[in-house]
Each structure stands twice: as structure tokens, then as C-alpha cells.
């Protein structure tokens, strides 16, 4: 465990009781969610994890020791322990971009060749460096809290500490603090949210604690700490949205039961074949017999090209028709390409368009997003990429997924746990220089599936 506390309690000199007697452990490397309404404690336990409050009562332990309250224990859990307040404004201080994201290296004593690296690297990281002379209280929203981020990572701290980050952010600006964090974890350090967003804590988190009142009230695995739903009324919140749309389902038989999806594609994932067709046949079959009615397109399905195949009659008209359950499979499965754009190459991403018959191209985070605009690539997806990508090849697009960096292996990850999950025959692939950062092996048996399927179709 990174990070604990033992019977942890604060109160402010007014009386007010923040913390009550709470035990925490905190696994390293991990995605974590503190959840509570306003006024939970959320923000004060996060004051005390980095050292900023001292307790009252109880401790803080960092990597096994506890914490060291002196100036200099205190400088070495700030560098291991980075916090971004809910309001960037109370962070950013410096008169430009540059300076308030070299002010911790510098703290720290680097070199100036040192922090100007760093700093450079932090910038192109973020999409700020067009920014770099700009004075902070003039950015957007979305700008200063990836200033305040990149200010934090500056300092390569093991665990960073976000307190609502998302809140007072548009969908899209969302979208990109996500996708920051979601790279950050993959490169191995631990992201702690508070929330009282219940669908974020949800479909973002692998481990989930739940305060109310100042108390820790439950932890676990967010389908675990969900699934109480008179604990979560009674904490002030309510379900996730996809949970109640799945249990909807799930009482009108439209869902396969005991799931607990966490995105989009897992709830498509529960759903029941159920499709009704009416159709022509011929004077001999019977009603429960099975017909084969050939290839589906145009007027009868507007999603992809599929067979019906094994589709089973449940009524006979007097005009000759009846009534058929349709069984139905892609004929031509759909596909998930994943592209690094820190490698693009203008000859080659036409060549891939070209060569995967790519319909559906989406962009994440800030740096693929402004490469793809500075070269007049038409993104038609720009939230929810992954998600969006993985249903729109259920249905036999070809999508195109433009990132960087760690988000590639990610992305690879995602799609790949997605398709052995479901069962559902997808082909995935990175494609072009930049596939060099994900399993090339994996590259390569998606690859064959790829040439194996067209051969089959032509």
C-alpha cells in the first residue's frame, strides 16, 4: 500500500468536525474515487494526505513510514504527493504559464537546464506550450486546469491527489482531463479523484470509498459499493445512470441478467437478440422451423451488412408470410485501428485510410486533437472515443482512433479487453510507426484476422 491512514480525525478551530475516525489503505498505481456529497470530508482528507493539515488524532502513513511533519518531511511528501484543487484559480499563481509549471522544479533546487526540460516536456504534454507567456488568470477553464496538472506532474510525484476535477468543465474539456489521468495511471502512478459525481466515481474508478457525514461509510469495487442503493440514497446520491438503465432492461427481459456494465459497450453487451421481421416463405414451413434469409442491408438494417441466419418462424399469415426471429452476424466485422499521431506521417494516414476503408475517425486528448485540426482532419467523434468507436464497429464501421503518448497502449488495452470479454468477433489493430508502442504480436494477430476476413469477403 502507498498510502493509509489509521483513526484519522481533524477538526477546524470553529468545532466543526471534518474527519471522524477513518482507516483508509490505498493501493499503488490504482484508479481511486473518494464519493460524497458536499461537505463530506472529501476535501479535508485530501488536505491531510499531502501533509497540508496535520490530524488531530490518528496518523498518515506515506510508503510504509509515517508522515514526517518537519519542513523538510514535509518538502519530500509534497514532491511523492501532488494535489490539484477543485478551483485552479487558488493553485495558479505565477505571472505566465511557463513559471507557475516550473515553480516546483525550481522549489525542488534543479538546475535551470533541468527545469527548462521539464518544463518544455510538460507543455508539449498538456497542448500549453502556445500558451507558455500567457498570464494564467486569462485562461479557459479547461486551460488552467491542465496548467495546474502540469504543474503538479513537474515534480514526477508517485500519487496525484485531484480534488472535483472536472467540475465547472465542458464535455470536451472533460473528456481531456480523463484522458490525461487515464495515461498518467497507465504509466504507473496512482490518481486519486473526489467526486460527487456517482457516474464518473463508477465507470472511472477500479476501487471506490464512500463518505457521508465526515465517516467512511463503505469501500470496494464500484459494482460492489453501487449495488447498496438504499446506502447510497441514504449517503445523499443517487445510482449511476447506466445501472438504472440496465436494471430497466433487465426487468423487462430485454437484458441478460446479474451485470454490472460499466460503459456504453457493456450495456450493449446485455442485450437480448430479440428482432422481429416480417417476411415472405414459402407454403411448406412450419411455424418453429428456421430459415435462412440471406444477406440484410439497405431498408433492413441501416447499421451494417449482416446475415440472417437460423431465424426462427413464431407465426403464419394467410398472405404467405409469417413472422421470423432473427438471428443475426456481421458478415463483414467491424473494426478498431489505433494511430499515434506523435508519429504522422501525411502520406502514410492516407495510405491507412485508404487501405482500411476507415468511415469513423475519432481524436484523444489535446495534443492529437489540435494535430488532427492543424491538418484538416474531419474528427466526427471527439468525447467518448473509445466507447463510440467500439459500438460504431459492432456494427461494422471501420474506426479510427488518433492518440499519443501512453494513451496508444491504453486505447490497445481497452479495445483488446473489450473483444475478449464480449465474445464479439472485432478486428483491432495499430496501425503505422507509432504501432511500435503497443504488443506487436497482438498488432500482428489482429493484422491476420484483418487480411483473413477480406480475403473471405472478396
Not at 443517487?238 to 433487465?250: Q, S, T
Not at 418462424?313 to 409469417?322: E, H, I, K, Q, S
Not at 485501428?337 to 482500411?356: H, R, T
Amino acid at each position: 500500500m502507498i498510502l493509509e491512514t489509521r483513526n484519522l480525525e481533524f477538526s477546524y478551530p470553529d468545532g466543526t468536525k471534518a474527519i471522524d475516525d477513518i482507516s483508509i489503505t490505498i493501493p499503488e498505481g490504482k484508479k481511486i474515487s473518494f464519493v460524497g456529497k458536499n461537505g463530506s470530508g472529501k476535501s479535508t482528507l485530501f488536505l491531510l494526505l499531502n501533509g497540508t493539515l496535520k490530524p488531530k488524532k490518528g496518523k498518515v502513513i506515506y510508503g510504509g513510514k509515517d508522515v514526517d511533519y518537519s519542513s523538510s518531511g514535509l518538502r519530500d511528501l509534497r514532491k511523492k504527493v501532488g494535489i490539484v484543487f477543485q478551483n485552479s484559480d487558488d493553485q495558479l499563481f505565477a505571472p505566465t504559464v511557463y513559471q507557475d509549471i516550473a515553480f516546483g522544479p525550481m522549489n525542488l533546487g534543479y538546475p535551470k537546464e533541468e527545469v527548462e526540460r521539464i518544463v518544455n516536456l510538460m507543455m508539449d504534454q498538456f497542448g500549453l506550450r502556445h500558451l507558455k507567456d500567457k498570464p494564467p488568470h486569462h485562461l479557459s477553464g479547461g486551460q488552467k486546469k491542465r496548467t495546474a496538472i502540469a504543474g503538479v506532474l513537474a515534480m514526477d510525484p508517485d500519487v496525484i491527489i485531484l480534488d472535483e476535477p472536472l467540475s465547472n468543465l465542458d464535455p470536451v474539456g472533460a473528456d481531456e482531463i480523463l484522458d490525461i489521468l487515464n495515461e498518467l495511471n497507465h504509466m504507473g502512478k496512482t490518481i486519486i479523484i473526489s467526486t460527487h459525481d456517482v457516474d464518473l466515481a463508477y465507470a472511472w474508478s477500479e476501487y471506490v470509498y464512500l463518505l457521508s457525514n465526515s465517516r467512511l461509510m463503505d469501500e470496494g469495487v464500484p459494482g460492489d459499493v453501487f449495488s447498496k442503493e438504499k446506502q447510497v440514497r441514504d449517503s445523499s446520491l443517487k445510482n449511476p445512470l447506466i445501472l438504472d438503465i440496465y436494471r430497466e432492461l433487465e426487468k423487462r427481459w430485454l437484458a441478460t441478467g446479474h451485470e454490472q456494465p460499466k460503459d456504453l459497450p457493456e450495456l450493449a453487451r446485455t442485450l437480448r437478440s430479440i428482432d422481429l421481421m416480417r417476411v415472405d416463405v414459402s407454403p411448406d414451413v412450419a411455424v418453429g422451423q428456421c430459415v435462412n434469409l440471406g444477406v440484410l442491408f439497405g431498408e433492413y438494417t441501416k447499421e451494417g451488412l449482416y446475415e440472417a441466419v437460423n431465424s426462427r418462424v413464431l407465426f403464419r399469415n394467410d398472405d404467405g408470410t409469417a413472422v421470423v426471429e432473427l438471428k443475426r452476424r456481421v458478415l463483414r466485422p467491424g473494426a478498431v485501428y489505433v494511430y499515434n499521431m506523435e508519429c504522422f506521417d501525411k502520406d502514410e494516414f492516407e495510405s491507412i485510410i485508404k487501405k482500411y476503408d476507415i468511415n469513423h475517425i475519432g481524436a484523444m486528448g489535446k495534443l492529437s486533437k489540435d494535430l488532427a485540426e492543424n491538418q484538416g482532419i474531419t474528427i466526427v467523434c471527439n468525447s467518448g472515443v473509445i466507447d463510440r468507436s467500439i459500438l460504431n464497429a459492432i456494427t461494422g464501421s471501420r474506426c479510427l482512433i488518433l492518440t499519443s503518448k501512453g494513451m496508444v497502449a491504453h486505447t490497445a488495452k481497452r479495445v483488446r479487453d473489450y473483444i475478449q470479454n464480449s465474445g464479439i468477433r472485432l478486428i483491432f489493430s495499430p496501425v503505422g510507426k507509432g504501432a511500435a508502442e503497443v504488443d506487436y504480436h497482438a498488432a500482428e494477430t489482429a493484422e491476420t484476422t484483418e487480411d483473413n476476413s477480406e480475403s473471405n469477403n472478396e
